[in-house]
């Protein structure tokens, strides 16, 4: 069994937004292809992954430096034992090899969409969803039928933005969602209440609200914001401040009695600990939202698993960051807290296929081969591109 | 005044040597051009960067991120005030739109290779030097004429390897270096010890040798070093275990009474205040590597040098990772502690320009305008390919 050939695609995201720091109007994304020598029904078994959303294509890293490696590699060497597939973890060893250790940046995303592929690959051997393939290789019984997913936006409108937010949310709902997320942090923070008002009277109670800095704040600011926001009871309070200043998050997690979240731009098991160690985050209150598709895949993403149950928080306080299918199979095969949506934008990667059924807060988990991208119409258009010999 | 063209070429570097972790048979780095409107002798003026060694060049992140947006910015923006040829920081500030916070690596070598070129730009339209460039910026009254450096290399051999070390640094010391750095952590402890001793036969005395492990240890590995070490009084010992462990790098400095030495993989003042914050390094006594060109350029250095001496250290405590000729007029205009060099390895980057006298340990500044680039001869017909309109 051999992987014959790797492929990529830039794809820019549709959909422009804006949150408190970027625009995402000129945003890629690196879609990969593993192409394998399995056939079935008469077409190569072809495995697909992405490098979430936020960060950037990586076409330069995978051509140039992950791809070569992945071909010069010993095919028996990124076999699984017993026959069961691809090793994702030895892949994305190959892929780095002679990589220095620390700059967990770039690199981090391009080694993810290869690794994420190879589990897409292996999930397609077996005829099953990523999702079980995923839970059985981390020891886990069964995957979650359906996860809890909260609709993420809540953007900044450049005309009568507070009252456009109301009805902004107010379309999630219908939609089935029973949690939201706003960002904060674009506006001085009198109007941010009123967002937060507004916001409110859609989600009923602050447990069902969180709301995201995107890093913004230096440390008075994120200070003042945590204490105007202590009342509201809010779900979370997401990246008050730059995510590498673990001294300002800790400052936050001792005087915010709600949940700090953070996460979403640390990439490496290495930054995951620095942040357990010195971010003040509070086991069985807080969130963390790393992503695997920024953050060399599912292998370092279990590695930062590891690290945080070594130090007592418990998995189902990890809700990655990225809402799309690849995440939604990793949360429901590693029983993780939930999972993140943002209704109609980073398409045609954003969001979930048609047959997963979003009621009640939760999304369920569609029964196609690997991660289902091709069910996904926004998408399937690139993995034929893609796939075709 | 404008910049009317930006380029990058992708140089393989020749002189394969390995490390205990990496090979760069296979390493590249970026050069970058800047092509200015204004010319001297009838020709454009260009400034030239590059993002030092180590890292591996970073043509996708430039071409499709930064270029695009370096061109598109006002060019008035990027005007330093007072008619002083162009801003760096508004430059590198242009070229970081829409990139998110966090995630400090190939983007930040990416960045420096192009904030780089502007201070050849300017130090060439100014006529001088760019350590003069350099210091007058930063409010320093004048760059240093030479500055300390030291012979790195050390390297494992497949056959007699600790003769061939004793070889090795005896063709340094006739080149006129007076201090030495040693690999460790690629053979046994007591090979390597033995190691130490043929090296200590050539710098005659630990105060001239530095040992560096490249982040390979774990503690309990980097804790049996530095007991094994203590006794020689090495000038330092280097990244004993993952750049990003800084609770390792503590306990190391808290044990051993000799300097410790890293930060050549932290890539932003984030990262190197997290390293003060947590690392236990000691002002007065460790060494930090950090290097501007794979840590968005001097602009950023600059707040790096900030933070550390806020925290007490002093600049000399600074020599920068990268042996060449950009981080000598750092490291001069700077006023920081020296230089390292690579004698006949990682060309055409590494090391100096004939105009550079090796002697007595110290390394003499060119006169040249900007950072000399075009003077070194392995070079230049990279320089002359891509200054080629």
């Known amino acids: 069994m051999r992987i014959t050939e790797v492929r990529d695609l830039t794809v820019p995201l549709v959909g422009g937004v804006a949150n408190a720091v970027v625009s995402f109007a000129d945003h890629t994304v690196s879609l990969v292809a593993l192409v394998s020598d399995q056939r079935r029904q008469g077409r190569p078994v072809i495995g697909f992954g992405f490098n979430s959303i936020g960060r950037f294509g990586q076409s330069g890293i995978l051509r140039e430096r992950l791809f070569p490696r992945l071909l010069a590699a010993d095919p028996d060497s990124l076999l699984a034992p017993g026959g069961e597939g691809f090793d994702a973890a030895a892949v994305a060893a190959a892929v780095m090899r002679n990589e220095k250790p620390g700059g967990h940046g770039d690199r981090a995303g391009a080694v993810a969409a290869v690794e994420l592929a190879v589990w897409d690959l292996n999930a397609k051997l077996a005829g099953e969803p990523a999702c079980r393939t995923i839970a059985r290789r981390f020891g886990r019984r069964a995957p979650h039928a359906d996860v809890a997913v909260y609709a993420a936006g809540g953007y900044y409108y450049p005309d009568d933005s507070t009252a456009r937010?109301?009805?902004?949310?107010?379309?999630?709902?219908a939609r089935g969602f029973e949690a939201f997320k706003i960002k904060i942090g674009g506006a001085p923070l009198d109007v941010d209440l009123d967002r937060i008002d507004a916001a409110l009277d859609v989600a009923g109670d602050g447990s069902a609200l969180?709301?995201?800095?995107?890093?913004?704040?230096?440390?008075?600011?994120?200070?003042r914001y945590a204490e105007a926001l202590e009342g509201y009871g809010l779900r979370w309070y997401e990246e008050p401040g730059d995510p590498l200043d673990f001294d300002l998050n800790r400052s936050i997690a001792k005087t915010y009695r709600g949940a700090v979240a953070t996460g979403?731009?640390?990439f490496s098991a290495a930054d995951a600990r620095n942040l357990v160690r010195y971010g003040g985050m509070r086991p069985g209150l807080d969130v963390l939202q790393m992503d695997p598709g920024l953050s060399y895949g599912i292998t370092e993403y279990g590695r930062m698993l590891s690290v945080l149950e070594q130090a007592g928080f418990h998995r189902g306080q990890c809700l990655p960051h990225g809402g799309h299918l690849i995440n939604l199979h990793v949360v429901a095969g590693l029983g993780l807290g939930g999972c993140e949506a943002y209704p109609g934008v980073f398409q045609p990667f954003g969001g979930y296929s048609p047959a997963c059924r979003i009621d009640g807060g939760r999304v369920t988990v569609p029964e196609d081969p690997g991660f289902g991208l091709e069910q996904k119409p926004e998408l399937a258009p690139f993995l034929d591109r893609l796939g075709e010999t």
Not at 165 to 173: I, K, N, V
Not at 210 to 223: C, K, Y
Request: aromatic share 8%; charged share 35%; hydrophobic share 40%.
């Open 264 to 266: 979403e731009n640390l």
């Open 165 to 173: 937010l109301g009805d902004e949310l107010r379309g999630y709902a």
């Open 210 to 223: 969180a709301v995201d800095a995107n890093g913004r704040f230096d440390e008075d600011q994120a200070l």
